[in-house]
Nanobody, 126 residues
Framework: QVQLVESGGGLVQAGGSLRLSCAGS????????VGWFRQAPGKDRQFVAN????????YYVDSVKGRFTISRDSAKNTVYLQMNNLQPEDAAVYYC???????????????????WGQGTQVTVSS
């Protein structure tokens, strides 16, 4: 079983930055792909980025490339999402998730992930 706790959300002006954290428990977390998703009101949950178990491979949705960076600190069992130059369209609840099947690659469907955190709200004012 994996437990995930997100933190770091908040209110920021357009152009500002936030760093989200996803703290995980269990050996599965340290060996698995971790993804970040977001969900705005009335919209489907959207893939944002994912990172492989070693932190050497990352993937992003096109709309955040060059602005967001996903990374992981294995010693702290934590995955981060650094978000720069935030825009109103980035506002959503952000979730981290774990794919327990030890795959690699760009895994974008929420259905491919097995464990989810509770989410953290990101609000961007224009």
């Amino acid at each position: 079983q994996v437990q995930l706790v997100e933190s770091g959300g908040g209110l920021v002006q357009a152009g500002g930055s936030l760093r989200l954290s996803c703290a995980g428990s269990g050996r599965t977390f340290s060996s698995s792909v971790v993804g970040w998703f977001r969900q705005a009101p009335g919209k489907d949950r959207q893939f944002v980025a994912n990172i492989n178990w070693s932190g050497t491979t990352t993937y992003y949705v096109d709309s955040v490339k060059g602005r967001f960076t996903i990374s992981r600190d294995s010693a702290k069992n934590t995955v981060y999402l650094q978000m720069n130059n935030l825009q109103p369209e980035d506002a959503a609840v952000y979730y981290c998730a774990v794919d327990k099947t030890f795959r690699s690659g760009r895994i974008t469907s929420p259905l491919e992930y097995d464990y989810w955190g509770q989410g953290t709200q990101v609000t961007v004012s224009s």
